[in-house]
């Protein structure tokens, strides 16, 4: 199964993403980006390349996000092939729409919300450009019926976050299963 992440920015998914991977409960499918790591990023989160090596990969669900390009390569969607492991990945909209159609049954979308303020003081942190981020997340928020599952992560609530989303994985899988008999 292939568990896409999609969000509002500063809602967590890359956080939610480290923690499946953490579990053992999806291998990260890692985008290339032409943006600089943040701080505490270990490089495990995205491969960091220059423009060149960006256009040099092709990717193919690929993107511009304030400027910066990110983009998951054919090698990495290959990768997520082998249908016996279930992998995550983190891409925007656009990227998620193209990727549900190449694993159509085989792919969970997951919207991950977070209450305004958190999500205007997280992305404050970030040094990013709040009214422009702003005005993106309600843009976001409209794409939310195309989910298979929405979950809101607030503040000291990732176990909770995590139980639920362990569930519902559960119950898609299932669901899955008995299709294909």
């Given at each position: 199964?292939?568990?896409?992440l ?57 993107t ?11 090698e ?28 159509s ?22 040094g ?11 843009k ?14 607030s ?9 639920k ?17």
């Amino acid at each position: 199964m292939l568990i896409i992440l999609v969000d509002p920015s500063g809602a967590g998914k890359s956080t939610i993403e480290s923690e499946l991977h953490k579990r053992n409960m999806a291998s990260r499918l890692r985008s290339h980006t032409t943006r600089s790591r943040r701080a505490g990023e270990s490089g495990e989160e995205y491969c960091f390349v220059s423009s060149k090596e960006f256009i040099a990969v092709n990717p193919i669900a690929r993107t511009t996000y304030d400027g910066e390009r990110y983009g998951l390569s054919l090698e990495e969607i290959n990768r997520a092939g082998d249908r016996s492991k279930d992998f995550v990945v983190v891409v925007d909209w656009k990227g998620a729409m193209e990727l549900r159609k190449v694993y159509s049954g085989k792919a969970f979308l997951v919207f991950v919300d977070a209450p305004d303020e958190q999500l205007v003081r997280r992305i404050k942190e970030r040094g990013a450009d709040v009214e422009r981020r702003i005005a993106r997340i309600h843009k976001d928020r409209n794409c939310i019926m195309n989910c298979n599952f929405v979950t809101v992560n607030s503040d000291g609530d990732l176990e909770k976050v995590m139980g639920k989303l362990k569930t519902v994985l559960r119950m898609f899988r299932i669901k899955e299963e008995r299709r294909g008999d």
